[in-house]
């Protein structure tokens, strides 16, 4: 299983997206969703008509960095 970050359109794209994977959030201020879902599937979710743009989700600097000091 992978995590993605989807950036949409509009509401209706949600209800699209579920079909290929598993909604962690959708963010009303920055239109984006988090999904988790398979790579096969992924493919599926990047052509939907309703997705401006999709990016695999991980971990930001800072996150890493503070990990490796603890």
Known sequence: MIRILAKIKDSQTVEK???YGN???V???TDIVGVETTEEKLENIKH???VAQVR???KGILLKE???SI
Do not use: P
Request: without cysteine; aromatic residues 12%; hydrophobic residues 45%.
């Open 66 to 68: 503070a990990q490796h």
């Open 23 to 25: 909604i962690l959030f």
């Open 56 to 58: 695999l989700s991980e």
């Open 17 to 19: 997206i579920k079909e």
């Open 27 to 29: 963010s009303n201020f």
């Open 48 to 50: 939907l008509e309703g």
